[in-house]
């Protein structure tokens, strides 16, 4: 069995749990990602929601990617890695006024706005300090993303975006307000999206949408279609990096790009899920009277997508090579989801041993929480230990 490869001696000498990045591979991820988008001149915006590590946002910000955010404190944690501000879009359905009154005294890039009604504020906002907010729509282009449910948000009458059947009324108010200016138009469909096909039927809606615009003579300055692109999480280490050379390809072949116009995208999971790994030791094997239960020290407290999403993480025994065992993989909190894997094949784990439950970098540490009194995971970096 092909493992990630770990500086286990120096794991044995820091506390468990913690967040494990592996900088090589996010900067081979960043070179990769940085080649296929320059291929069309495409920029490329980080969503900093998969992970806000200042570490990790002060790489992806050397590289000169923009930040999509979607709250002040993503701005704030974008500004202070060093993104400029005029790389910044601000999405979310749920802008709190700080938080737009944030954005505009930085003159970030643009603000994805989510609703009619958001439109009306942020003029209002922007007037009183005397600006012109930039603002892209964001669409639901009602493209199937055929991901996990809770995860998928390009449908109709999901909470997101402003409905395609409403976008001439939000066209028409947007000519009574001075304060805010259209430059965009933009779309996310959803996430851990494997299949390239969604994103061919999400650039082919984004041309029937320009012809729209066309009609009224619009022509906006740029195109966004959001993030989405999935990750391998049953092979991280062949599949190390996800296949950005397709993703996009299938945008370039198919999209009908207005002269000027600039196409952008909001990346999160495929720049930094595979980097991060996160590290546990083993406290018990608990024999019941079928099964065998390795139970760690680390929880959904520390990775909470399986728990939430029903998510699928590679767990590895990285402290022996001993014959496969099988084992439900659980946490300490005290709640019955608190279950990273079941049935899992693990070589024989023994009480103190290390596992790592690969593709964590992408909310992982980002959505830990302290729930049971929980401290928070420390992070440690390949290019550090
Ligand atoms: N842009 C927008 C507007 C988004 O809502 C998202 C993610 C992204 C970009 C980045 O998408 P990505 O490239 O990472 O797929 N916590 C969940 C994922 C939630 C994604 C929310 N929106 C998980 O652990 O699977």
């Known amino acids: 069995m092909l493992k990630g490869k770990f500086p286990l001696e120096k794991f044995k000498k820091i506390p468990t749990p913690f967040y494990y990045y592996d900088i090589e591979l996010l900067r081979e991820t960043l070179d990769t990602v940085k080649a296929e988008a320059g291929k069309y001149n495409y920029q490329v915006h980080y969503a900093i929601k998969a992970n806000a590590n200042p570490r990790i946002l002060s790489i992806i910000a050397d590289y000169g990617f923009g930040a999509d955010c979607v709250s002040g404190g993503e701005i704030r944690a974008a500004l202070d890695a060093g993104f400029p501000a005029d790389k910044i879009v601000f999405a979310g359905v749920g802008k709190a006024d700080w938080e737009i009154n944030l954005g505009l005294d930085n003159d970030i890039f643009c603000f994805n706005v989510e609703s009619a009604v958001e439109l009306d504020i942020l003029d209002e906002l922007a007037r009183e300090k005397n600006k012109v907010a930039r603002v892209a729509l964001r669409i639901n282009p009602e493209v199937d993303a055929r991901t996990h449910a809770k995860i998928t948000t390009g449908m109709k009458e999901n909470?997101?975006?402003?409905?395609?059947?409403?976008?001439?009324?939000?066209?028409?108010?947007?000519?009574?307000?001075?304060?805010?200016?259209?430059?965009?138009?933009?779309?996310?469909?959803?996430?851990?999206?494997?299949?390239?096909?969604?994103?061919?039927?999400?650039?082919?809606?984004?041309?029937?949408?320009?012809?729209?615009?066309?009609?009224?003579?619009?022509?906006?300055?740029?195109?966004?279609?959001?993030?989405?692109?999935?990750?391998?999480?049953?092979?991280?280490?062949?599949?190390?990096?996800?296949?950005?050379?397709?993703?996009?390809?299938?945008?370039?072949?198919?999209?009908?790009?207005?002269?000027?116009?600039?196409?952008?995208?909001?990346?999160?999971?495929?720049?930094?899920?595979?980097?991060?790994?996160?590290?546990?030791?083993?406290?018990?094997?608990?024999?019941?009277?079928?099964?065998?239960?390795?139970?760690?020290?680390?929880?959904?407290?520390?990775?909470?997508?399986?728990?939430?999403?029903?998510?699928?993480?590679?767990?590895?025994?990285?402290?022996?090579?001993?014959?496969?065992?099988?084992?439900?993989?659980?946490?300490?909190?005290?709640?019955?989801?608190?279950?990273?894997?079941?049935?899992?094949?693990?070589?024989?784990?023994?009480?103190?041993?290390?596992?790592?439950?690969?593709?964590?970098?992408?909310?992982?540490?980002?959505?830990?929480?302290?729930?049971?009194?929980?401290?928070?995971?420390?992070?440690?970096?390949?290019?550090?230990?």
Do not use: W
């Open 159 to 385: 909470k997101f975006g402003i409905n395609l059947s409403l976008l001439g009324s939000v066209l028409d108010q947007l000519s009574g307000l001075p304060n805010v200016k259209l430059i965009g138009i933009h779309s996310h469909i959803g996430s851990q999206i494997t299949d390239i096909s969604a994103f061919r039927g999400l650039a082919i809606r984004m041309n029937e949408i320009q012809e729209e615009l066309d009609k009224r003579g619009i022509t906006v300055e740029h195109v966004n279609f959001g993030g989405g692109l999935g990750i391998d999480y049953d092979h991280p280490n062949h599949m190390a990096i996800p296949p950005f050379d397709n993703y996009f390809a299938a945008f370039h072949k198919l999209l009908n790009v207005r002269p000027g116009q600039q196409v952008h995208f909001e990346p999160g999971r495929s720049l930094v899920a595979q980097c991060g790994n996160l590290i546990s030791k083993v406290l018990y094997v608990k024999e019941g009277e079928v099964k065998k239960f390795a139970i760690l020290d680390a929880g959904f407290t520390e990775l909470i997508r399986p728990a939430m999403y029903d998510a699928y993480h590679r767990i590895e025994n990285i402290s022996n090579d001993e014959a496969v065992e099988v084992y439900d993989v659980v946490g300490p909190i005290c709640e019955s989801s608190d279950v990273f894997g079941k049935e899992i094949e693990l070589n024989q784990a023994h009480r103190g041993d290390l596992l790592a439950l690969r593709s964590a970098g992408a909310y992982g540490e980002v959505m830990a929480s302290q729930y049971n009194c929980r401290q928070l995971p420390m992070a440690y970096y390949s290019d550090e230990l």
